[in-house]
């Protein structure tokens, strides 16, 4: 199914983290919280101003972003949990390193 998010509205799909700590001590699922960092999947067209005119979004998908504890609304599509947020509870994009593109 495919889905398109209304206004300023973003689809993330979460990023798991490692399973273990820098020390090697392995994580179980019941201690872990649930990462703060995601892949957008699919952007709305944007949020209208004042004067009724369309602001595209800042971020698009494929950028990996970082969002609040406590953002946006857990969904179920095609059996896959995902999260559905406004814009404004992202708090940025998330670059890759400049050695990794110069490779």
Do not use: C, H, Y
Not at 7 to 27: P, S, Y
Not at 43 to 52: F, H, I, M, S, T
Not at 59 to 81: H, M, N, P, Q, Y
């Amino acid at each position: 199914m495919a889905f398109r998010p209304l206004g300023d509205r973003v689809l993330v799909k979460r990023v798991e983290e490692e399973q273990k700590t820098k020390g090697g001590i392995i994580i179980p699922d019941t201690a872990k919280e649930k990462p703060q960092e995601g892949e957008v999947i699919a952007v709305g067209p944007g949020a209208r101003d004042d004067n009724g005119k369309i602001q595209p979004l800042d971020v698009k998908a494929g950028d990996r972003i970082l969002f609040g504890k406590w953002s946006g609304t857990e969904v179920k599509i095609d059996g896959e949990d995902l999260l559905i947020m406004k814009e404004s509870d992202i708090l940025g994009v998330v670059e890759p390193d400049a050695a990794a593109k110069a490779a």
